[in-house]
């Protein structure tokens, strides 16, 4: 049983920084893709980040230069840096990840974690 989690989110000033973890917990072999993605309300859920093979990174034009995304493999955990936030950053941000386990590999199972609300405002 593999589960994955965020955390980090919360309240921010416009400028602000927040760090949002992701962890893949139990039987997890190797994470062959984590994503993040964000949903406003009323919207459509948005691609933000993507990690590949453990250290491509692709990011959208919108946090481009002011999103950082890195992985501690050891750790099984993602995290995503993110500065000068801005109101429009404002969403419930999900982790997906693609994990194989020592019993699956090299197939791998998508997981999605639970969100984490990251507001900005005044």
């Known amino acids: 049983q593999v589960q994955l989690v965020e955390s980090g989110g919360g309240l921010v000033q416009p400028g602000g920084s927040l760090k949002l973890s992701c962890t893949a917990s139990?039987?997890?072999?190797?994470?062959?893709?984590m994503r993040w993605h964000r949903q406003a309300p009323g919207e459509q859920r948005e691609l933000v980040a993507t990690?590949?093979?453990?250290?491509?990174?692709n990011y959208a034009d919108s946090v481009k230069g002011r999103f950082a995304f890195s992985m501690d493999v050891a750790r099984n955990t993602g995290y995503l840096q993110m500065n000068n936030l801005q109101p429009e950053d404002a969403a419930a941000y999900y982790c997906?990840?693609?994990?194989?386990?020592?019993?699956?590999?090299?197939?791998?199972?998508?997981?999605w974690g639970q969100g984490t609300q990251v507001t900005v405002a005044s």
């Open positions: 997906y990840a693609e994990i194989s386990t020592r019993r699956t590999w090299p197939s791998h199972t998508p997981y």
């Open positions: 139990g039987d997890v072999y190797r994470i062959q893709v």
């Open positions: 990690m590949a093979d453990g250290s491509k990174v």
